[in-house]
């Protein structure tokens, strides 16, 4: 047993060196970031390559990515510390708000017309079901098997579990039979290709995206409801970063995107756009309103 | 069972199914003499039936239960049989498909319970994290002390399984918390209860708080672990918030197939969560481990129905070390079985399929024994009932052939039964070259006998003469009665004729013989009988009757109580010859006497070529007398000049006459006897009558016998000489038959042979006399002679006889001597073929 004490304590002793004595600006190295597993890991990492390397060239840093489990892990970590810069869904930025994270929203993706939806302005959460069954609206869906995203998804979670309150009149929870996790969008749409669900929420981005990479042909889902417009995901940094590295941050994000040129092809964006805390005013109170 | 009895039933069938059969066939067919043979058959199977009566009818009860016991036998045998094989095949079908159905079960069972222990073993070591963090905690002695904060978040840092650390202290205040959250009245509830239990109680373990009611919070379960200090109290409370999302991360590519889940149970069953291939489902329902011993060791596997549906499952548990956690590993029996379902379904299909032919088989089969043993029950009943009714009509019909064929009176054929017989045998006798003679036989006054003493004694005189005709003739010859007082008698191959006379006179003597005590009367009667020879009165059956029938009339006309022949010239003599020798030369000059031809015919192309007058003697009393009853007297008393001169004119008359009527007449050659060739004026005598009636020499032709020419040889050479030189041919009689020496036939002037009739009638049967015949006609036509054959009596002897070579033939068969009339008619024909 003290041999096992003594270990845990040496490796704790090796990270963190500074943190919870500091008060001050933070400058750390390497630089942690996380994302919110919205797509599998692998193909989050081969997109956002670019970003990455461009990131380290700009900060002078390495950039150390944390492969988050869930969107909670990501807003835990930044409530922690252990994150500094993330890219949140809009409701897991007011999750995070919420539980009084210091952290700064200062960029998202700028909108593109995408292949099925109108994406230019934000995204919207989706209901589909697969066109060769007979689900062809919210009330055959009665009692069927449901995919969500992730508890602190916006598109895969809030938003449906709002607005079927709204349509139905009854929880989500009730008004399906079963409801499961995916744990990412992807997933939850090859839990619907393959069959292990009857309908699924996702984000629209990611169907389009899906389409475009011929994951998914564009008459095998039929669209049964659609949401309001969603901002795009934020990126954000923990407050107590210190000044001249945020602003390197936002330089990167918002001013020097060149390099990021095959990040934005793959993900057909235009770009970045400043954001502030504003952009979410009406998730966060949305999100208050579902967790008073 | 019962051998005996069956040999016994089997005898009798075969003998009565071979009876109809045997007995049918020589009926129709006309050969009475296998009817006796057919009696006998006949009378063989009631003989053995009616000996052993009880016999036959148990033997046939015997068979037919043998029929019936061996068709249910059968049956029960064939259903039995099918039935252990179909029983075998399905029984091995099905073990062998339970046998692939264990071992799916056991492999995916083992497939799960590894899924489940590495499970359990990740989670026991994400716990054993946990643990690590609770040893961190205190710090220099005190919880949440110093050090105590820095150490956990960095240890939260490298673990992504917890999402949050807190801490509490013996006074259930919350020293730290790794983020800023309000922790759950629960879960503070929670803590107290496990700072106030000592660590032996609640176990070396930790506990699992409620999960927060966010929906947001649905992934987070904070587990609870105890912190203690080296005394073994509790002195604080480590609250780790494990996040779902990394189990899910975890365990989202464990492939169970879509009824695959992986469950995250407490201790008492309630689900903490289930991971399957939707992904990861909050609080499902509960699962029952009641039934699952508290501190198990290793997986543990079930088939039941856990979720409360139909479908069953194969669930894996296993208890997690020292927490209150149990991972199940489930998956539908139906899934696992699916492959196998399919492929079990298809040969259980099969096997009914198979079956269901089989048995639609065996009841086809079974059906048709069935039918066929009632078919063959209906079979031997109707055979036995066809049987007996062929028995009768066989009866009938020969009772009615009895009937119809025998005179009921005596016993005899009747006439429909001669005929058919008569025919018969002279079908034979045509092969046989025999003699047959049929006789018809009328008893003398018979009538004025049935008028006077009544049908009674006629029947019974019949009856009695029926027997001693009967007793008269051999076995193989044919007796019937026509009808009335008429019988016939068909005698069969008699080597001569003239023993057709010695039987006609035994009969007539028989006949006559009285008949004592005929229901008191004693008679006699005659019989009259008329004899017709085959084949020279008659080729067919019709002709014997008509010429025996008209010879009777003829015995009849003669005073009765004698037979007749039809041909008169085998009557014999009777006592009126003794009138002839005074009678004869008023009657060569009254002209009783008259001429009968016989044609002679040419073989080669059957016209006439001359003519033989034969002279008759139309008795005013006797009827017509035959040369051979007067011709012999003619020549002792000398007379027979005067009937040769007689004859030698009317052959000349005949000659004008027929020439007068415009007729191409043949010469006719006459018989000159010995005596008539020594007398010196028979050249002169013939050389007037020629110029007399101006007829050319050659139209006259005289036969001489050897006799003849034997007394005085160079007389009769002077005779024929001078006659040769008037032109007519002289031919030689009977050849054959005497002491003819060649050498000197060769000087007379002879030009034609006859063959005599005896030769002739034996062409067939010896072939001495066939060779004979042949050497004769070879010889002859060596000395330029003509032959001529006399007697031809069958086609057969003509066709000999020109095989030979014979020039000429003459007899029966082509025509008997007939009177002028006939003999006019047949020279104006020309012709007489014998076909």
């Known amino acids: ?292 | 069972m019962r051998p005996a009895a069956l040999a016994v039933d089997e005898a009798a069938a075969a003998s009565i199914e071979a009876a109809p059969d045997s007995d049918a066939f020589p009926e129709r067919s006309g050969h009475p003499a296998s009817a006796p043979q057919t009696m006998l058959t006949f009378s063989a199977a009631p003989v053995t039936g009616s000996a052993k009566p009880g016999v036959r009818e148990r033997a046939a009860a015997a068979v037919s239960l043998i029929y019936r016991a061996g068709w249910r036998m059968l049956t029960a045998g064939m259903v039995l049989v099918t039935g252990l094989l179909l029983v075998m095949a399905w029984g091995v079908a099905l073990n062998r498909m339970e046998a692939e159905s264990r071992l799916l079960i056991e492999a995916a069972t083992r497939q799960q319970e590894s899924i489940a222990l590495v499970i359990a073993e990740n989670i026991a070591q994400v716990l054993d994290r946990a643990r690590l963090m609770t040893l961190a905690a205190p710090d220099g002695g005190a919880i949440g002390r110093g050090e105590t904060a820095r150490k956990l978040a960095s240890m939260l840092a490298v673990d992504s399984a917890f999402l949050r650390v807190g801490l509490y202290d013996q006074q259930r205040q919350r020293v730290f918390s790794s983020s800023v959250t309000e922790d759950s009245e629960d879960l503070k509830l929670l803590v107290g209860e496990m700072l106030s239990t000592p660590a032996a109680l609640s176990g070396q373990g930790g506990r699992i708080a409620p999960r927060a009611s966010d929906q947001e919070m649905a992934w987070q379960v904070p587990l609870l672990f105890p912190v203690t200090n080296g005394r073994g109290d509790v002195d604080g409370v480590l609250v780790a918030v494990l996040d779902l999302g990394y189990l899910l991360g975890l365990y989202r590519n464990i492939d169970l197939g879509s009824t695959g889940a992986v469950h995250v149970l407490r201790g008492d069953g309630s689900a903490l969560a289930e991971m399957g291939r939707a992904g990861l489902v909050v609080g499902p329902p509960p699962l029952d481990l009641g039934w699952l011993p508290s501190n198990n060791q290793g997986a543990v596997s079930r088939i039941d129905r856990p979720f409360g549906t139909n479908e069953r499952h194969v669930t894996s548990y296993h208890a997690i070390e020292r927490f209150p956690l149990v991972i199940a590993v489930s998956r539908e029996l139906g899934e696992i079985e699916a492959d196998r379902i399919i492929a079990h379904s298809w040969i259980r299909r099969l096997l009914i399929g198979v079956s269901i032919v089989i048995a639609l088989s065996v009841f086809w089969v079974a059906g048709n024994l069935r039918r066929q043993d009632q078919l063959l029950r209906s079979l031997r009943q109707a055979n036995a009932g066809n049987r007996q009714l062929i028995d009768e009509l066989e009866s009938e019909k020969k009772r009615a052939f009895q009937l119809a064929s025998h005179d009921p009176l005596c016993g005899l054929h009747n006439r429909r039964m001669f005929l058919e017989l008569a025919a018969s045998h002279l079908a034979r006798a045509k092969r046989s070259h025999k003699h047959y003679a049929l006789m018809y036989l009328d008893l003398d006054r018979f009538k004025g006998i049935n008028d006077t003493l009544g049908h009674h004694v006629g029947d019974l005189l019949l009856a009695t003469i029926s027997a001693r005709l009967r007793a008269s003739v051999r076995e193989s010859d044919v007796l019937a009665r026509l009808g009335g007082d008429e019988f016939a008698v068909l005698l069969t191959g008699l080597d001569r004729i003239e023993d057709a006379a010695e039987v006609a006179d035994k009969l007539v003597r028989v006949v006559g013989e009285p008949c004592h005590d005929l229901d008191g009367h004693d008679l006699q009667v005659g019989a009259s009988i008329g004899i017709a020879i085959f084949p020279r009165d008659g080729q067919d059956v019709d002709m014997l009757c008509r010429h025996a029938d008209a010879a009777m009339y003829e015995s009849k006309r003669g005073g009765r109580g004698r037979f007749t022949f039809y041909d008169a010239a085998l009557n014999p003599a009777g006592e009126w010859q003794f009138g002839v020798e005074q009678r004869l030369p008023r009657a060569i000059a009254d002209s009783e006497l008259i001429l009968h031809f016989q044609p002679k015919v040419r073989i080669a192309d059957f016209r006439i070529t001359g003519l033989e007058a034969l002279v008759r003697w139309q008795h005013p009393e006797h009827g017509l007398i035959y040369p051979k009853d007067f011709i012999e007297i003619a020549e002792n008393t000398g007379q027979i000049v005067a009937l040769g001169k007689w004859v030698a004119e009317a052959c000349c008359r005949q000659l004008v006459a027929w020439r007068d009527e415009g007729l191409a007449a043949p010469p006719i050659a006459f018989n000159v006897s010995a005596r008539q060739l020594l007398d010196d004026h028979l050249p002169a005598y013939i050389a007037n009558l020629l110029q007399k009636y101006d007829l050319d020499g050659a139209m006259l032709e005289i036969e001489i016998t050897e006799t003849a020419l034997v007394d005085s040889i160079e007389r009769a050479v002077g005779a024929l000489a001078a006659l040769e030189a008037l032109g007519l041919r002289i031919a030689l009689d009977d050849f054959g038959n005497g002491f003819s020496n060649l050498s000197y036939i060769r000087s007379l002037p002879i030009s034609t042979l006859k063959i005599d009739r005896s030769f002739v009638n034996d062409l067939r049967n010896s072939p001495d006399d066939a060779v004979i015949v042949d050497s004769i006609i070879s010889l002859a036509h060596n000395l330029k002679m003509r032959v001529v054959a006399e007697g031809v009596e069958s086609l057969d002897q003509i066709v000999h006889l020109k095989t030979a070579g014979c020039d000429e033939i003459q007899g029966y068969f082509l025509s008997r001597p007939v009177p002028e009339p006939l003999m006019r008619e047949l020279i104006g024909v020309g012709t007489l073929s014998p076909l």
């Open chain 1, 1 to 292: 047993m003290s041999k096992l004490l003594s270990g845990t304590l040496l490796v704790a002793a090796l990270f963190l060196p500074n943190l919870a004595y500091s008060t001050d600006c933070e400058d750390p190295r390497p630089l942690r970031f996380a994302q919110v597993p919205q797509k599998k890991a692998d193909l989050l990492a081969s997109q956002f390559q670019p970003l990455y390397q461009h990131l380290e060239r700009v900060l002078g840093r390495r950039i150390e990515v944390i492969q988050a489990p869930s969107y909670s892990a990501v807003v835990e970590g930044l409530l922690l510390g252990n994150i500094d810069l993330a890219d949140l869904g809009p409701a897991a930025y007011a999750m995070a708000k919420k539980r009084r994270a210091n952290i700064v929203v200062f960029a998202s993706f700028a909108g593109q017309q995408g292949v099925v939806f109108d994406t230019a302005r934000g995204y919207h959460s989706v209901l589909v079901t697969r066109a060769d069954k007979a689900f062809v609206t919210i009330d055959k869906l009665r009692g069927a098997t449901v995919s969500l995203t992730d508890p602190a998804s916006t598109s895969g979670a809030l938003f449906p579990r709002r607005e079927i309150a709204r349509i139905t009149g009854m929880p989500l929870e009730r008004y399906f039979r079963r409801v499961s996790y995916a744990g990412s969008h992807d997933r939850a749409i090859e839990a619907l290709q393959r069959g292990a669900v009857d309908a699924a929420f996702v984000s629209s981005t990611r169907i389009d995206e899906m389409i475009r990479s011929g994951q998914l042909r564009r008459d095998e889902l039929r669209i049964l409801w659609q949401s309001s417009l969603i901002p795009f995901d934020p990126f954000l940094y923990r407050g107590t970063l210190c000044k001249p590295l945020a602003d390197k941050i936002r330089h990167a994000f918002l001013v020097d995107t060149e390099p990021l040129r095959p990040l934005f092809e793959a993900l057909r964006r235009p770009g970045f756009n400043a954001v502030d805390d504003d952009t979410y005013r009406a998730i966060r109170d949305i999100y208050t309103e579902m967790n008073p």
